[in-house]
């Protein structure tokens, strides 16, 4: 009779956990990817957008406005709205370019990102206007050409209020996001979005590279004028790029690394004549490597310095010098911190072949190659 309750006990458990873990995997992995499909789109989601606190006592279920708005007034004093603006000659002028900006440091370091590349007229300015409608002067300070990203100076300003980051590891498909944008008035403006998944630039490998590099976060609804995507606890996520994409933060904390450690010029893959993408596992099963890790050659362009090299397409580069390449090392990483040298040594895997070594020659400022290979 026991021995009968102890495995009823135990069928019954065995089912609660099934059903439990079963319904774990479908919101979080299998619901986000329908929802990219137009047919389901649209849904409604029961749970959208509400914020929902248990304590021992009582269960407050939170408004969306008074959620989003609790995040808001956290984020707001970090946001920037930056407008490059040309004088004219008997005053007024006209604006080039606006668009929104988080502040990264205190002493006024802020990014934002541009698709196309910036050449302002000889007297074009910078302003950057703050939500409670400080106007600050600005200059550009670097360009990461790879992912666009402009880093500005504010100029005379200390002890500014600075963007939280979220941290990669914290950052699930399925989550609610908030795209939020400052108008030049200082009214904040957000809107819902959900983050459908993540990428790491093997979706292009029949196109262009994308816009913000490898790694890209693709998102449903970004309005095109709200580019800074923040989490429900007001941290940054990504910044929005172009269509459903966003530049993810990690993407954007990689580049302030090098700014504040005084970076060597950058080198690009492009530059040495390749057009590359981080491996992951499940391309490598799909191409049936031995390696998951590295970075897979997508094109080589002629007579470039990874063409006298030997690279060709379908290679895997696993290291640079002996440094290892992996998400956290890239190999435009590797590049820019070898600048000054005359050549690197490539170690990458040729399918059917086996692990090969190469000298590359890197460009100098004499011998600089265009990137015209993306």
């Known amino acids: 009779m026991l021995v009968g309750i102890c495995k009823f006990l135990l069928k019954i458990a065995l089912v609660m956990f099934l059903g439990g873990a079963g319904a774990i995997l479908i919101q979080r992995y299998l619901l986000p990817e329908l929802a990219a499909y137009p047919f389901f789109a649209d849904w409604p989601r029961l749970t959208e957008n509400v914020t929902t606190i248990v304590n021992k006592t009582e269960q407050i279920v939170i408004k969306p406005n008074e959620a989003e708005e609790r ?195 950058e080198i690009t893959p492009a530059e040495i004549g390749l057009r590359t993408a981080s491996l992951d596992f499940l391309e490598s099963l799909r191409r049936g490597l031995s390696v998951d890790r590295g970075e897979l050659v997508l094109a080589v362009r002629p007579n470039s310095a990874a063409d006298e090299a030997g690279l060709r397409v379908g290679d895997v580069i696993l290291s640079a010098d002996d440094r290892k390449i992996s998400a956290r090392e890239t190999l435009a990483e590797i590049l820019t911190s070898s600048s000054g040298s005359e050549r690197i040594v490539l170690r990458y895997l040729r399918p059917g072949r086996g692990e090969v070594e190469a000298e590359l020659k890197l460009p100098t400022e004499e011998n600089r190659e265009p990137e015209s290979g993306k």
């Open 71 to 265: 995040v808001l007034n956290q984020v707001r004093s970090g946001l920037l709205k930056v407008v490059l603006f040309s004088p004219g000659k008997k005053g007024g002028g006209e604006i080039l370019f606006q668009t929104d900006a988080a502040v990264l440091t205190t002493d006024g370091l802020a990014v934002f990102y541009r698709q196309e590349p910036i050449a302002p007229p000889a007297k074009a300015v910078y302003y950057a206007f703050t939500s409670s409608r400080r106007k600050i002067p600005a200059r550009p300070v670097r360009t990461d050409r790879r992912s666009g990203l402009v880093f500005l100076r504010l100029e005379g300003v200390d002890n500014l209020p600075t963007t939280e980051f979220a941290q990669k590891s914290e950052i699930f498909p399925g989550e609610d996001l908030l795209a939020v944008g400052l108008s030049p008035a200082g009214e904040v403006a957000v809107a819902s979005t959900e983050l459908i998944s993540l990428r790491f630039g093997l979706a292009d490998e029949a196109g262009d590279e994308p816009a913000s590099g490898d790694d890209f976060l693709r998102l449903r609804r970004i309005p095109a004028d709200l580019p800074l995507i923040f989490d429900r606890r007001g941290r940054l996520v990504g910044l929005a790029v172009e269509g459903d994409r966003a530049l993810p933060v990690w993407k954007i904390s990689r580049s302030l690394s090098r700014l504040l450690a005084g970076a060597k010029r």
